[in-house]
Each structure stands twice: as structure tokens, then as C-alpha cells.
């Protein structure tokens, strides 16, 4: 059963990058920046991955995973700014958002204010999740959308370059197609694997914040 959800899951991700190109990789970078569990390190080395085949441009998919991001964003702080921590703490266990990496965003914000959400948004972990300690503190929202976005943009070009590396390795490298035939295939497996890991640590951080 989680296999199947895991796979479901890395097959949505491919099939949203593939067939909507720069709008697939602005959608999926706003639904992890809503805090929904779609990792970026998955989706952005994947957009990377379709650089090196000539599908995207680099600098092009960065733009569009930063572009997401903000408007993902509005979402976490909307909820920050209206209903605050306890709406978080009552409805995020539904997406696999544990008290620590609440904790850990209000922590973040507390020590850098407003410039958290641009030093934050380069940061696993803590960038999915700055924009609701923004939203409770009522950022101005021209600065919030600003420092997102000039945060973003670096992070989610260094994935999609790493994506890209590796897969100009494997064009480049007769042994690896040799081995798995289809980067298709391999990609995939990557993204099972690599998206059943970030999924059994949210889980049993929740169930351990619970214990």
C-alpha cells in the first residue's frame, strides 16, 4: 500500500514536469511552498534532468520554481496571518507537518525578523515553512513576496543545475544507459526512493511529537 502511494507520487511529479513544462514546475514548487508534502529537492533536480535534454532552459526553470514558490507562499501566510499557530498545530498532521519544523520556522523568524524569509528560503526544511511565522507577524506583503522570490530563485536554480550535471553524465555515459536503458526509469527510481525516505521522516516525527 505505501508503495503504491510513493510510486503514485513520484509518477504525479514526472507526469506534471513533463507534460506542463515551466507552469508543471511553477505548480509543483506552490504546492510544496504551501507546506504540502512535494519535496523541492525532488521536483527541481528533475526539471534539471529535462535541461540537459534540451526540454527546458536553466535559468528559465529556475525562474518558474522561484515564481511557484511565491505564490505557494500567499497560502502559509494567509493561514500565519488569520488563524495562527493553533490552526497549524490542528490541520497539519493531515500534510505531514510536525510541531519541530513549525518550531524550528518560528525560531528562524524570531532571530532574523523579516530578513528570516530570504535567508530561509535557502535552507531545507526551514523554507517551506518560513512563510507562516511571516504571515502571524503580518510581513508587509511587497518585502514577503521580494525576499521570497530572491531567496528562491538561487535555491532552486542550484537543484535544477545538480538535475541537470547528472543528467549530462548520464547522456554522456554509454554504461549507465546500458545498465537501466531508459533514464526514464532510473530518474524514477530515484524519485521513489528519495520521496519514501521524506515521507517516513515526517511521519515519525509526528508520531514521536505525539508519543
Known amino acids: 500500500m505505501f508503495e503504491t502511494i510513493i510510486a503514485a507520487l513520484a509518477n504525479f511529479i514526472i507526469g506534471i514536469i513533463a507534460s506542463g513544462g515551466y507552469l508543471g514546475i511553477a505548480l509543483l514548487m506552490a504546492i510544496e511552498s504551501a507546506c504540502i508534502p512535494l519535496p523541492s529537492e525532488i521536483i527541481m533536480p528533475f526539471a534539471g534532468y529535462l535541461v540537459s535534454t534540451g526540454r527546458f532552459d536553466l535559468f528559465l526553470a529556475a525562474?518558474?520554481?522561484?515564481l511557484g514558490c511565491n505564490l505557494g507562499s500567499v497560502v502559509a501566510y494567509e493561514i500565519?496571518?488569520?488563524g495562527g499557530r493553533?490552526?497549524?498545530e490542528r490541520w497539519g498532521k493531515y500534510l505531514l507537518i510536525?510541531?519541530?519544523e513549525l518550531d524550528a520556522a518560528d525560531r528562524f523568524f524570531a532571530r532574523w525578523g523579516n530578513l528570516a524569509v530570504l535567508i530561509g528560503r535557502l535552507l531545507p526544511v526551514i523554507r517551506t515553512f518560513?512563510?507562516?511565522p511571516a504571515g502571524v507577524a503580518r510581513m508587509p506583503l511587497v518585502p514577503f513576496h521580494l525576499y521570497t522570490f530572491l531567496g528562491s530563485w538561487p535555491f532552486c536554480l542550484g537543484l535544477a543545475w545538480i538535475g541537470m550535471t547528472l543528467g549530462d553524465r548520464w547522456n554522456s555515459d554509454?554504461?549507465?544507459k546500458a545498465f537501466f536503458h531508459q533514464a526514464d526509469l532510473a530518474i524514477g527510481?530515484?524519485?521513489v526512493a528519495a520521496i519514501g525516505v521524506y515521507v517516513w521522516h515526517r511521519v515519525r516525527g509526528i508520531r514521536r511529537n505525539r508519543g
Open 130 to 132: 518560513i512563510a507562516f
Open 63 to 66: 525562474t518558474a520554481g522561484a
Open 86 to 88: 493553533p490552526v497549524a
Open 174 to 176: 554509454p554504461r549507465l
Open 98 to 100: 510536525g510541531a519541530d
Open 189 to 191: 527510481l530515484v524519485l
Open 80 to 82: 500565519g496571518k488569520r
